[in-house]
Structures are given as C-alpha cells and as structure tokens.
C-alpha cells in the first residue's frame, strides 16, 4: 500500500485473511451441516424413494432441518458476501487491462460486465439455494436457484479464463488460467459423473447409490471453491481499507 494511503487507512484488512475466513465458513458450513444431519436425523437425510441403504446425504438432505439447516446457513453467508467483493475487484482488473493492452472496445467492455452480471448471479442463486430447500413449498425456487448456479457458474468460468488468457497477451497479466482449467475440467467431469450416479440411483435402486452421488456432489462444491481461490495467488497483496474519509476502498500494494 502505498504511504499516503497507510497515513489516510483507519482500518487495513488483508485480503487474503478475509480469503481464508470466508472459505473456512463454507467448509464449516459444508462439513458441519453433513454431521450435524447425520448425528441427529439418519434415516431421514439418507433415505429415498427406492427405500435402500445409504450412508450420507446430499447437501440439499442435510441442510433441509435444524441443526444442519442453520449450520449451512452460517457458512453461506460467510463466504458470499465476500464474493460480491470479488466481482468488483475482477471488473476493476479487466477493465484496467484491456484498456492497458488498447482492446477496451465495445466487445471486451461487453465481455467485462457479462462476467460481473453471470458472477453476481452465481452467488444470488447460492443464496437462494441457501434459503429454500428442496422440502420448501416453494421447491420450484430452489429447483430454479440450482439449475441458476450451475449455468452461471460454468458459463462465468469459460468466459473469465478467455479473458484472462486475453489480457495477458503481453505477458503482464495474471497466470492462474492453467490452474483454473484444472479445476474446470475437474468440476465438469465430476458434475458429469454425479449425474450419471443420481440417474442410475433412480433408475436401479440400488443400495449406497444415492450416497455416492452425494460423495462426488461435494467435491463438485469443493472444484467450484478452488477455481474462485486463486483470486489469492492473482493478487496476494490486496488488502481492504477503511479511509479517513470513511469510504471503503480496495487497494493493492
């Protein structure tokens, strides 16, 4: 950070802290909510229409009742609303490259606000995946929020490598892409796969079925945490401080 802006901050949070707190809650919330149901309602979150064994729940089961509701909960609205911050922060840095790299035209300004409008989707219909469960009257919306969250979250990342790899065509821009790919490939294969598992537990009946469907649905969540976490290795330095002025801002060293 620069001096003048140390001498101006009342407050200076590292970004990365808030990074690691906010991905903390939703593995708490994860991990947590799944015991939590398991601990206190068994048969119920393991239990399906095929009336087989299984031995976990999916994370719509296990968030469904209290505890694991409220545990769920807590670690959702830990994480997101820092990723609203990080829409501002990509929109920001894109914006600023393309304009560095002269390609700040009607295409590329274009590309930069689809990439904030799908992110912040992303995380609304986490929200709303979050609010109503699959047992809710309303299961239509929860229906909706996760054929949201999933569109948005593959469509954004598509797009936001192709604009990574483009504002780095002079080398000077940021090098998570062919991390991100990994964790790409890796997500829509294991969300390929999961599919594959809830058809078949529905088709067959078979016993533990459901309950590997659910194994690979968490590292589904667990592929779409890593992509967005190499905002710490794009700007490790980044940190978020409170002017005297009383505005907030986001600077980085």
Same mark, same amino acid.
């Given at each position: ?31 947590? &909510? ?15 229409? =095929?009336?087989?064994?299984?031995? %976990?729940? !999916? ?29 501002? #922060? ?18 590329? !300004? ?7 409008? %799908?992110? !912040? =989707? ?11 469960? &699959? ?16 569109? !948005? ?40 796969? &999961? ?25 589904? #969540? ?9 905002? %710490? ?16 801002? #986001?600077?980085?060293?």
């Amino acid at each position: 950070m620069a001096k003048e802006d140390e001498k101006e901050a009342i407050l200076s949070v590292p970004y990365k802290a808030m990074l690691y707190t906010s991905y903390a809650g939703i593995f708490f919330g994860l991990t947590g &909510s799944i015991v939590a149901s398991l601990y206190y309602d068994f048969g119920r979150v393991t239990g399906t229409h =095929c009336r087989v064994a299984n031995f %976990l729940p !999916t994370i719509s089961a296990a968030s469904q009742q209290l505890p694991g509701r409220l545990i769920w909960q807590i670690g959702v609205f830990s994480h997101v609303p820092r990723g609203f911050i990080d829409v501002a #922060v990509y929109h920001i840095y894109l914006s600023k490259r393309f304009a560095e790299l002269n390609r700040d035209g009607i295409f590329n !300004t274009l590309l930069v606000w689809i990439l904030s409008i %799908l992110f !912040t =989707c992303h995380h609304l219909s986490l929200i709303l995946l979050t609010l109503v469960t &699959s047992e809710d009257e309303y299961y239509f919306l929860h229906e909706f929020g996760f054929v949201s969250f999933m569109v !948005t979250g593959f469509i954004h990342m598509i797009l936001f490598m192709y604009a990574l790899r483009a504002t780095n065509a002079d080398g000077r821009g940021l090098k998570s892409v062919p991390r991100r790919f990994l964790y790409f490939a890796l997500h829509v294969v294991l969300f390929a796969f &999961s599919m594959y598992l809830f058809f078949r537990h529905n088709w067959y009946c078979e016993p533990y079925m459901y309950s590997f469907y659910a194994f690979v649905e968490y590292f589904v #969540v667990w592929t779409n945490v890593s992509f967005y976490f190499e905002i %710490l290795n794009d700007f490790p330095d980044i940190a978020f401080v409170m002017a005297g002025s009383g505005h907030r801002v #986001v600077k980085a060293d």
